[in-house]
């Protein structure tokens, strides 16, 4: 059995012949480490103090770590895993993709660029724009013939917008680890809430709320999704595209796929299930195309 990883930069998503590898009950693992534990606990435990950002830093140890975690919850409930499949970014040079890849900690394991691995679930034969919109980063790739054409990426911190947003009501300063990782949370609740409503409200740590509307949010990160714009602009010049995937948890920001639409000119439906959509197309590829 193939075990494939998506390492995100907010959680570590598996999967084993079409099945999500759960971990401690849920269907992916927060990319997050603390005293050697990973994942929602490691959150817990450290109450600010948990390394986060593993994708960026790419710490061999805390990665290790995590991949560790997610073969362990592999093995458990598949039994013994073959090889791993393991994505990266297009824009990684093989330096951290070689990191990466041994950080993973089994013989056997082949490298996957993410937008190849979207790719794979579009209609066969054409040339995909993918627009990954995780929680650290955003990338846009042209991916033809699973060999990546263009890509570029910008970094992104949507809850800190919130945060900066709501921090004139804060009654104090925040001044430990503790309380920034709970308004953190908070932010990230009402940017996810605000997916799916008009109106949020983010809860300070004193328990009281600052109302925030989608419309004031969309403002927030206006930067953010213009610098978006401009790098799917600078990628398609010159391509025809016949296929745009919108994948990623910021994927359900309404205001992605209008815009989107608007730039390219074509109609933009997100991934249902964007969070998985990495594994799942890494899944495809390693399966091969399918006979009738």
Same mark, same amino acid.
């Given at each position: 059995?193939?075990?494939? /990883?998506?390492?995100?930069?907010?959680?570590?998503?598996?999967?084993?012949?079409?099945? $999500?590898?759960?971990?401690?009950?849920? %269907?992916?693992?927060?990319?997050?480490?603390?005293?050697?534990? =990973?994942?929602?606990?490691?959150?817990?435990?450290?109450?600010?103090?948990?390394?986060?950002?593993?994708?960026?830093?790419?710490? +061999?140890?805390?990665?290790?770590?995590?991949?560790?975690?997610?073969?362990?919850?592999?093995?458990?409930?598949?039994?013994? =895993?073959?090889?791993?499949?393991?994505?990266? %970014?297009? !824009?990684?040079?093989?330096?951290?993709?070689?990191? $990466?890849?041994?950080?993973?900690?089994?013989?056997?394991?082949?490298?996957?660029?993410?937008?190849?691995?979207?790719?794979?679930?579009?209609? &066969?034969?054409? *040339? #995909?724009?993918? #627009?990954?919109?995780?929680?650290?980063?955003?990338?846009?790739?042209?991916?033809?013939?699973?060999?990546? !054409?263009?890509?570029?990426?910008? %970094? =992104?911190?949507?809850?800190?917008?919130?945060?900066?947003?709501?921090?004139?009501?804060? =009654?104090? +300063?925040?001044?430990?680890?503790?309380?920034?990782?709970?308004?953190?949370?908070?932010?990230?609740?009402?940017?996810?809430?605000?997916?799916?409503?008009?109106?949020?409200? /983010?809860? $300070?740590?004193?328990?009281?709320?600052?109302?925030?509307?989608?419309?004031?949010?969309?403002?927030?990160? &206006? %930067?953010?999704?213009?610098?978006?714009?401009?790098?799917?602009?600078?990628?398609?010049?010159?391509?025809?595209?016949?296929?745009?995937?919108?994948?990623?948890?910021?994927?359900? /920001? +309404?205001?992605?796929?209008?815009? $989107?639409?608007?730039?390219?000119?074509?109609? #933009?439906?997100?991934? +249902?299930?964007?969070? *998985?959509?990495?594994?799942?197309?890494?899944?495809?590829?390693?399966?091969?195309? *399918? *006979?009738?």
């Amino acid at each position: 059995m193939t075990l494939v /990883i998506d390492f995100g930069a907010i959680n570590t998503v598996g999967m084993v012949d079409g099945q $999500l590898v759960t971990v401690d009950g849920a %269907p992916w693992l927060p990319s997050v480490v603390h005293s050697g534990v =990973v994942g929602a606990d490691a959150s817990l435990l450290g109450r600010g103090q948990e390394s986060r950002d593993l994708k960026s830093s790419l710490d +061999p140890l805390m990665v290790g770590a995590v991949f560790a975690r997610m073969v362990s919850a592999a093995r458990a409930r598949f039994g013994e =895993v073959g090889d791993v499949v393991a994505t990266h %970014p297009a !824009v990684w040079p093989p330096e951290r993709v070689a990191v $990466l890849a041994r950080a993973v900690g089994v013989p056997e394991v082949r490298m996957v660029p993410e937008p190849v691995a979207i790719a794979a679930l579009a209609p &066969a034969g054409g *040339t #995909v724009l993918v #627009v990954d919109a995780g929680g650290g980063t955003w990338d846009v790739a042209v991916v033809r013939d699973q060999t990546v !054409v263009a890509s570029a990426a910008v %970094p =992104v911190d949507l809850d800190q917008r919130i945060v900066e947003r709501v921090r004139p009501s804060l =009654v104090e +300063p925040v001044k430990d680890d503790a309380t920034r990782a709970e308004l953190l949370a908070a932010a990230r609740v009402g940017k996810e809430l605000l997916s799916r409503h008009h109106i949020a409200e /983010i809860v $300070l740590p004193d328990h009281r709320a600052v109302r925030l509307t989608r419309a004031e949010f969309e403002f927030l990160i &206006a %930067p953010d999704i213009t610098n978006l714009m401009a790098m799917v602009s600078e990628v398609t010049t010159d391509v025809a595209v016949t296929h745009i995937s919108l994948v990623g948890g910021c994927s359900r /920001i +309404p205001l992605l796929a209008l815009r $989107l639409s608007a730039v390219t000119g074509q109609q #933009v439906m997100a991934d +249902p299930e964007p969070e *998985t959509a990495v594994a799942r197309g890494a899944a495809a590829l390693n399966r091969g195309p *399918t *006979t009738p």
